[in-house]
């Protein structure tokens, strides 16, 4: 059945990011692309995948989420889905862009997906396509009213952009009391290189001000055992709204509480989302014929890899 495994500073790794393609069909402008800074095309096969989250699964990882790139670019996502379902007790989950969502959901449902985030920072049509380079907000909002129907939960990712969507806040959690879904508030996040840029100082606005806000009308205050987020509960006109915010930057708590490891859609293991100097290629050894042992033994190295970034 496999064991928890930990890490040098005691934080157990219980689940997974994979990043299956680098494509997409948006253009967001302040996309991290899950940390990975080269282009390439040397995507995963679902055999590949399945066999690293076979070795996975041996270090008692039972979950894992898929990433992009936009993972329904990939014609195999159904089958991808499908393998990864039984490795990870069902616990398997998406994130997407949801522009084609409705199309994919209910084949997505029946290979096992359980549930899923899709990206929304906008629900105005000009702003979504300034932030996205694209007229797909219908898509969007068509695609969450198919997934209610089938996963649970159904997350939005809104990213938080100063000076474009930090008006929004209120309509975006009733949107997400409406829809039967949870809003997830995320700061903006770079690298501590990075946050120079013109850009992020354009653009970041913490989101500390929402929380000291939604703490004074909150009914109840729960926890997310993830990188120890509070989730805000209270009632908009007789329907639950739940808002969860994900504050990445200089937040020691974030990387205390993280109990993820990250791979790249071209087989590199990744212990943290800001670094890419302590990567580990685990799909080079795999072409070459590496037996499990081999690749449990290069997992653990990922795994001693990890340190708090934020302390």
């Given amino acids: 059945m496999g064991y928890i495994v930990l890490d040098r500073f005691g934080r157990p790794v219980k689940s997974m990011r994979v990043s299956v393609t680098e494509r997409c069909n948006l253009r967001c402008f302040y996309c991290h692309r899950e940390g990975e800074l080269y282009n390439h ?10 066999r690293i989250l076979k070795i996975a699964r041996n270090l008692g990882i039972r979950k894992v989420k898929f990433t992009g790139g936009e993972p329904l670019m990939r014609d195999d996502i159904v ?5 990864a379902a039984p490795l990870m007790d069902r616990d398997v989950s998406l994130t997407t862009n949801g522009t084609m969502l409705k199309k994919y959901a209910s084949s997505l449902k029946n290979a096992g997906l359980m549930r899923v985030n899709i990206s929304l920072d906008t629900l105005n049509k000009e702003k979504y396509r300034r932030i996205t380079g694209f007229n797909h907000l219908q898509d969007v909002i068509d695609g969450i009213s198919e997934a209610v129907d089938y996963f649970h939960p159904v997350k939005l990712n809104f ?11 209120e309509d975006m959690i009733r949107f997400s009391a409406e829809t039967g879904t ?3 508030i995320i700061e903006l996040e770079v690298s501590v290189e990075k946050e120079n840029l013109d850009f992020f100082r ?3 606005l913490s989101p500390k001000f929402i929380e000291e806000h939604l703490e004074k009308i909150a009914d109840n205050v729960e926890y997310n055992e993830l990188h120890r987020r509070r989730k805000y509960i209270f009632n908009i006109d ?5 808002v969860e915010i994900v504050r990445p930057m200089h937040n020691s708590e974030f990387c205390r509480y993280c109990t993820r490891i990250r791979l790249t859609s071209d087989g590199k293991l990744k ?8 990567l580990v290629d685990i799909l080079t050894p795999l072409h070459n014929g590496a037996s499990d042992a081999e690749l449990l033994k290069l997992f653990k190295e990922a795994i001693l890899r990890r340190e708090p970034y934020w302390k």
Avoid at 41 to 50: G, L, Q, W
């Fill in 79 to 83: 089958e991808i889905i499908s393998r």
């Fill in 238 to 242: 007789g329907k639950r709204a739940e």
């Fill in 271 to 278: 212990p943290c989302l800001f670094r890419n100097d302590n």
């Fill in 159 to 169: 990213v938080l952009l100063k000076g474009i969507n930090d008006d929004e806040i």
């Fill in 202 to 204: 354009k653009y970041h």
């Fill in 41 to 50: 095309r040397n995507e995963m096969t679902p055999e590949e995948i399945e």
């Fill in 182 to 184: 949870i809003l997830q």
